[in-house]
């Protein structure tokens, strides 16, 4: 088995046919489609079914792609910390951002990152889940993962700074009049929410529960900026990390009494290479614990 191998079944994974990958990876078809049932011969089993669809990974070919990905980032990091100079560092760097925090900071720091090294491709998507995240960094597929603490941070974890959340409210409501408000008030309001698993409806649930609120749930979303959209219309409240807000929405928004915070934490993959180190120090450059600072419309 070889490295190559590894890649072609990850991209027919990826684009569900042998032709659409060998495209991808600008290799001849009838070469990919070798290497794929070498693979297959070599394993003893069937990596992929073939459906109305397309080809999707059987169960045992799921099991092998997740360590063939494994394998892949690997050695990109490896070939990129050989080839990494002392002012120019390429290969991939993969980031994970737990939705809602770090919705300010980060694109400063990875911009940064990318003028430093614009050789260097970065891949950064968001994940609700904190035990997603948690499984992606074990399992080694990610190099940096930004996070709110939780019970299972590993010990090496880097604190940032904390993120500030705030209430979201709809054009009139009588809380607008506060410079900030306290949760008791927020008694018997609907409130939009987010996925069960996700990190931000585990924050409401504690707010709710230490304040003794009962909430009403008229919606649950995927995405802060859902939320906010929805609570300005009215449809209900909502709570979110401060620093999601778009400006134009800021009139609309207070902070909260008890004040509720997040520290946030950078995780980084066990024998972080330099690329990493980079972000980690462009992050810790960027202002994370400012208080919110919303104010009435005059």
């Not at 993969?94 to 400063?108: E, I, K, S, Y």
């Not at 891949?123 to 939780?150: I, K, N, W, Y």
């Amino acid at each position: 088995m070889s490295l190559r191998q590894y890649e072609y079944a990850l991209a027919v994974a990826e684009e569900g046919s042998v032709t659409a990958a060998a495209e991808l990876l600008h290799v001849a078809q009838p070469s990919m489609s070798q290497q794929i049932r070498g693979l297959e011969r070599e394993l003893g089993v069937k990596l992929f079914a073939r459906t109305p669809t397309g080809l999707v990974p059987t169960v045992v070919g799921r099991a092998f792609l997740r360590e063939a990905e494994i394998a892949v980032r690997a050695s990109r990091r490896a070939r990129a910390t050989a080839r990494a100079g002392a002012d120019d560092l390429v290969g991939e760097l993969v980031v994970a951002v737990q939705m809602g925090f770090g919705t300010r900071q980060l694109p400063g720091a990875l911009g940064a990152l990318r003028r430093r090294f614009p050789r260097l491709e970065v891949t950064v998507f968001e994940e609700p889940s904190s035990a997603e995240l948690d499984r992606l960094c074990r399992q080694g597929l990610l190099d940096l993962a930004l996070m709110a603490a939780c019970d299972q941070s590993p010990a090496d974890a880097h604190h940032l700074g904390d993120e500030e959340f705030a209430v979201v409210l709809g054009a009139g409501h009588r809380q607008l009049a506060a410079d900030r408000v306290e949760l008791r008030e927020l008694d018997g309001e609907p409130w939009v929410r987010f996925d069960r698993d996700s990190a931000l409806d585990g924050v409401l649930l504690n707010v709710l529960r230490d304040n003794e609120l009962t909430p009403t749930t008229v919606a649950r979303v995927s995405q802060t900026a859902t939320a906010v959209r929805w609570a300005v219309q009215g449809l209900g409240v909502t709570l979110v990390p401060a620093s999601v807000v778009p400006h134009d929405y800021e009139h609309l928004v207070r902070p909260v009494f008890p004040v509720v915070s997040q520290p946030v934490i950078a995780v980084l993959r066990h024998g972080a290479g330099p690329a990493e180190t980079a972000l980690l120090e462009l992050l810790r450059q960027e202002t994370w614990s400012e208080s919110a600072s919303f104010s009435p419309a005059s």
